[in-house]
């Protein structure tokens, strides 16, 4: 998987940090559109590690916006 993608600050990110915004955002898709589908345990656990996922996107100036509507 290379491709390329730039932050808010117009720089480039590397190829891993590319694959930890892919991994977020396909996360965030994937609470947004079936959490009622998981079970509490794991609705939960998805929620901490999108937290955690956050820190890093916010670190890379991704801009990954505000998650409250998820329940995190």
């Known amino acids: 998987m290379t491709h390329q993608m730039k ?5 480039d990110l ?4 590319c694959m930890v915004v892919d991994v977020y955002r ?9 959490s009622d589908e998981l079970p509490p345990f794991a609705k939960r656990n998805a929620l901490k590690a999108m937290a955690a996922l956050w820190q ?7 801009d ?9």
């Open 7 to 11: 932050n808010l600050m117009d720089a």
């Open 14 to 17: 590397s190829e891993a940090e």
């Open 26 to 34: 396909q996360l965030a898709r994937t609470v947004e559109m079936h």
């Open 56 to 62: 890093v996107m916010n670190g890379l100036d991704m």
């Open 64 to 72: 990954p916006g505000q998650v409250y509507h998820l329940g995190a």
